[in-house]
């Protein structure tokens, strides 16, 4: 297998995935693959994917996993030469996560380790509530849409955990406290 560092970032919406990742690519050297970022960006440029990922967005829900998929595949494509790279907020469910280890493994590589920040309920709503004042992602501003995505999240995003516990990959982190400190976490997770 070969050296590169692929890592899983995950947990529900507002465990700070994004804001943690920010860091973790600048120091390790990888690239970012963000499926939420690939598809707000499809939304943006008005494209028929975004058009289709537009209304299960805004109601919480997930998009279907051949998008996704192949959103993925044609990253992993483009960055034959990174270091590795950190995936956040996918795989979302256990066809995403057996597409992702099928895409790895045909590259000779694999996921290095799955971090999981883990965060209450209650403090994701406050999170979330907080950044849709400011994010403008209109999924962030109800609070009803939030708690769809959390449902989504725990019905079909959680099982994941099994999945990565059966290859010794999972590593849970606690995802409360200040960002550097959390930072720190992952970093010594890493190793
Ligand atoms: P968060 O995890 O904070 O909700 P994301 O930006 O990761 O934010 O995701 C926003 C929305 O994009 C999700 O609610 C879902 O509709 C869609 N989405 C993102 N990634 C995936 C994925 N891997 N599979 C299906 N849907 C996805």
């Known amino acids: 297998m070969s050296n590169k560092l692929n890592i899983v970032l995950f947990g529900p919406p507002g465990a700070g995935k994004g804001t943690q990742s920010e860091f ?18 499809e939304i943006q440029a008005n494209s028929p994917l975004g058009q289709q990922a537009q209304s299960l967005m805004s109601e919480g829900l997930l998009v279907p996993d051949e998008i996704v998929i192949g959103m993925i595949s044609n990253k992993l494509d483009a ?4 270091k590795g790279f950190i995936f956040d907020g996918f795989p979302r469910t256990k066809a995403q996560a057996e597409a992702l280890d099928r895409l790895l493994d045909g590259r ?31 999924d962030d501003k109800d609070e009803t849409v ?25 590593t849970g982190i606690d995802g409360v406290g200040g ?13």
Not at 79 to 82: G, H, L
Not at 108 to 137: C, D, F, Y
Not at 149 to 157: F, H, N, P
């Open 24 to 41: 973790l690519i600048k120091h390790f050297g990888l690239v970012h693959l963000s499926t939420g970022d690939l598809l707000r960006a």
């Open 79 to 82: 960055n034959n030469s990174a």
């Open 146 to 170: 939030i708690r769809k995505r959390i449902g989504e999240y725990e019905a079909k995003t959680a099982p994941l955990k099994d999945y990565y516990t059966a290859q010794g990959k999972y």
């Open 108 to 138: 000779g590589e694999e996921i290095t380790a799955m971090l999981a920040l883990e965060v209450p309920t209650a403090e994701l709503v406050k999170r979330l509530l907080g950044r849709g004042a400011t994010s403008g992602r209109p």
């Open 179 to 191: 960002i550097d400190e959390i930072t720190a976490r992952l970093v010594k997770a890493i190793g």
